[in-house]
């Protein structure tokens, strides 16, 4: 089975968009496996409501480890099976909490061996100090995916003010990746995600 893996900077949207992604392609119910850096494994059952209300949060770091959703998408007359993991959001620098680190380590690791990388990059970040900054955490993403070549851009929270000059901004440092405009939160552009994970299943 693929895998295809969501990362990013913390709070970016990446465990909204699991979720509604999830929704979208017709789950009503989720069994999330959660993996901790020490091999530690648990699943719990959710509606995708109490998830969201459980897994999303604005607070940094909600999601400390990998947590998977095994979803399937219809294509054509067959189904495939998939497992899409969300993961602890990644940023520059050394984080002061070792649970936080090790699990920034984990995504990292999940990188290297996953089928392919949704990078969520949250509009409203894109000031004029990140863009002149050639040393962003989404710089060092964007080059390795494109390395990779199994990868696109997620750009997520088009609902808010300035989300398209943001947009030209983004396209502009980031010319050579494939860029979706999704709002994770109202559930917008994931009809083009759902075309690229079927091209990548
Ligand atoms: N306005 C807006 N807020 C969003 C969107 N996606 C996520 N958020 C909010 O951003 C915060 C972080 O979301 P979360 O999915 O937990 O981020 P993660 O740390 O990347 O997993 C939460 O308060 C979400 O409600 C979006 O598309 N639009
Ligand atoms: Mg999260």
């Known amino acids: 089975m693929r895998e295809l893996t969501v ?7 990446k465990t909204m968009f699991t979720l509604n992604f999830a929704s979208y392609i017709g789950i009503k119910t989720v069994d999330v496996t959660f993996r901790t ?5 648990t699943c719990r059952h959710f509606s995708i409501e109490d998830a969201k209300k459980e897994l999303c949060s604005s607070t940094m770091h909600k999601t400390k480890s990998l ?3 095994i979803l399937k998408i219809t294509l054509g007359k067959t189904t495939v099976n998939f497992k899409l993991t969300d993961t602890c959001g990644i ?9 936080i680190r090790r699990g920034m380590a984990q995504t990292i690791g999940l990188m290297r061996c996953a089928d392919f990388i949704f990078h969520v990059i949250d509009l409203s970040y894109i000031t004029k100090e990140y ?3 050639p040393s ?3 710089r060092e993403i964007y080059n390795y995916g494109l390395f990779r ?3 696109a851009i997620l750009a997520n929270k088009v609902d808010i003010p300035f989300a398209k000059e943001n947009l030209t901004q983004l396209s502009s440092i980031f010319p050579k990746a494939t860029i979706i405009p999704i709002s994770a939160l109202l559930s917008e552009g994931l009809k083009e995600v759902k075309t ?4 990548n299943v």
Do not use: F, M, W
């Not at 990362?7 to 949207?13: A, E, L, M, T």
């Not at 940023?91 to 649970?99: F, L, R, T």
């Open 7 to 13: 990362v990013g900077r913390p709070n970016s949207g």
């Open 37 to 41: 850096y020490d091999d530690l494994i």
């Open 67 to 69: 947590q998977s959703l």
């Open 91 to 99: 940023g520059e620098k050394i984080h002061q909490e070792e649970k």
């Open 131 to 133: 863009i002149n900054n």
């Open 136 to 138: 962003t955490i989404d």
């Open 149 to 151: 070549n199994s990868y």
């Open 196 to 199: 690229c994970v079927a091209r």
